[in-house]
């Protein structure tokens, strides 16, 4: 840890996408950083999504246009600035009959969907007879078929370095990361935070750092932190549990990834080519348990096995087809009524005032629209008190430079320079990113 003379402007709690961009947002902008992590980097719900970086095709049923904006602009810039990480992925709906979701239902969407994608590097969806479905996809069901439509997104692979890379900015942008630590309080003076006190997993100590500001960012974890400030802190999270499972190559399996509809319920799930084998999920179903405990059930399982055997039949996938399970909970504002699916997938930066001021929680968000809930957070802050970063220049119209560190001219000493030239240097760190962001095998 660095030396502790000051308080921090910003002390995260939470090293998941969120925090972790966050860290590196405000790390660039000049803020003294610290994240406190209570497992290892990308632990918690980052680390078990389905790993796309997409629009969010489902959102359009609930009329959540702005989200599916939001999510297609982030998913350009994420393909700017982590080109490495976030490649173009083809998605390819199969439509059939019986299925609640008509061709052109499908087709409406999908049209939408490209012109809110304005100025996406991807070509636009394209429309499949049933034959050329069939002659693409030799395995796929064919009764009751009536064609297709394709149409691109984007995988992140490993998320996992998405979210450390944006840790290594931050880093090399003068933040402290620390890992294995659990916050374990919030202090208040005055109706204000002050510190966090933290245990730290290996040696059982107790620890103290001052902080400014805090920005809760435990993801599903977020009320249990709010709890460390105050017996009364009122409930904002209504988790949803998300599982998958990973199984190897199996016969009939396709080789574009596939958004199908579950015939169980009608919701769709992905099974999607990743890392040599076939990631498919998700379920979503409120989870009240064990944040510890997070698993995919046997009838989660038996669920994702069963339609994927009926959207490939000659796969005839068991238990046995299974490498691994992983699962999940969404860390989704607190909704007791309606189907999980139509709670918003949009994320609420949270101004705790009523437990103290300088506290913020992280409610909700996606792998996709990190960078942007990072960049509006740090927006929000304003001055911080006590910062020696006065004025915090805005992003917002700036695409925020590669998520690596790299060679980063942006060190922790930015801080101390005037607003004006603070800026030049970022500018002129951002130009570069982006140049090197644009050579060819990045
Ligand atoms: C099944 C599923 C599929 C998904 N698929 C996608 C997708 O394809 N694309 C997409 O964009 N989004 C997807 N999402 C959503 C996305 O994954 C999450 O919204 C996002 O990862 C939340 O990130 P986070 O940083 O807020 O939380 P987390 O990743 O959970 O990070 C919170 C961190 O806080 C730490 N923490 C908690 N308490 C403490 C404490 N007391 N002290 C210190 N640290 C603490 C935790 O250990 C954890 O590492 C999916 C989610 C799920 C569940």
Redesign the pocket.
């Known amino acids: 840890m660095s030396e502790q003379s000051r308080p921090y402007d910003v002390a995260i709690?939470?090293?998941?996408?969120?925090?972790?961009g966050i860290a590196r947002d405000a790390a660039l902008r000049g803020l003294r950083v610290v994240v406190?992590?209570?497992?290892d980097?990308?632990?918690?719900?980052?680390?078990?999504?389905?790993?796309?970086?997409?629009g969010g095709l489902r959102y359009l049923e609930y009329g959540e246009f702005p989200l599916v904006f939001e999510?297609l602009r982030e998913r350009i810039t994420l393909r700017k600035i982590a080109a490495h990480l976030v490649q173009p992925l083809r998605i390819t709906i199969p439509i059939y009959e019986s299925a609640r979701r008509g061709l052109w239902l499908i087709r409406l969407g999908m049209v939408a969907y490209d012109l809110l994608s304005v100025g996406k590097t991807v070509p636009g969806h394209e429309a499949l007879s049933r034959d050329a479905m069939l002659a693409a996809e030799p395995g796929l069901a064919s009764t009751g078929l009536r064609g297709a439509v394709r149409y691109f997104d984007a995988q992140v692979t490993y998320?996992e370095r998405l979210v450390l890379e944006n840790l290594l900015a931050a880093r090399a942008a003068g933040a402290d990361i620390l890992t294995y630590?659990?916050?374990?309080g919030i202090n208040i003076e005055q109706g204000r935070v002050t510190s966090l006190d933290?245990r730290d997993a290996l040696t059982a100590q107790t620890q103290r750092v001052e902080a400014n500001v805090i920005i809760n960012?435990?993801?599903?974890?977020v009320d249990?932190?709010l709890g460390?400030a105050t017996d009364n802190a009122p409930r904002l999270i209504g988790g949803?549990?998300?599982?998958?499972i990973v199984v190897g190559d199996f016969d009939g399996a396709p080789t574009d990834a596939f958004y199908v509809e579950a015939a169980a319920d009608g919701r769709p799930f992905f099974i999607i080519p990743w890392n040599d084998q076939y990631l498919i999920?998700?379920?979503d179903i409120r989870y009240d348990g064990d944040l510890g405990e997070i698993r995919a059930s046997q009838a989660e399982i038996d669920y994702l096995l069963a339609e994927t055997t009926r959207a490939f039949p000659d796969a005839r996938l068991t238990a046995h087809n299974i490498c691994y399970t992983y699962?999940?909970?969404?860390?989704l504002p607190k909704r007791d009524k309606g189907p999980e699916s139509s709670i918003t997938?949009r994320h609420i930066i949270c101004k705790n005032r009523k437990i103290a001021r300088g506290l913020i929680s992280?409610i909700?968000?996606?792998?996709?629209?990190?960078r942007n809930l990072a960049e509006q957070t740090v927006d929000r802050l304003g001055r911080v008190p006590g910062s020696q970063a006065s004025r915090l220049p805005h992003t917002r119209n700036v695409v925020a430079g590669r998520v690596s560190a790299g060679r980063s001219t942006c060190g922790p000493g930015i801080a101390g320079l005037p607003v004006g030239q603070r800026c030049r240097t970022i500018t002129r760190y951002l130009w570069r990113s982006r140049n090197r962001t644009s050579q060819p095998g990045r």
Do not use: D, M
């Open positions: 709690i939470g090293a998941g996408i969120n925090g972790a406190l992590e209570q497992n980097l990308c632990s918690g719900t980052s680390a078990a999504s389905s790993r796309l970086i997409h999510s998320a630590k659990t916050v374990t933290f960012a435990a993801g599903p974890w249990a932190v460390t949803t549990k998300g599982s998958h999920g998700t379920t699962a999940g909970v969404r860390p997938r992280i909700g968000g996606k792998l996709t629209t990190y």
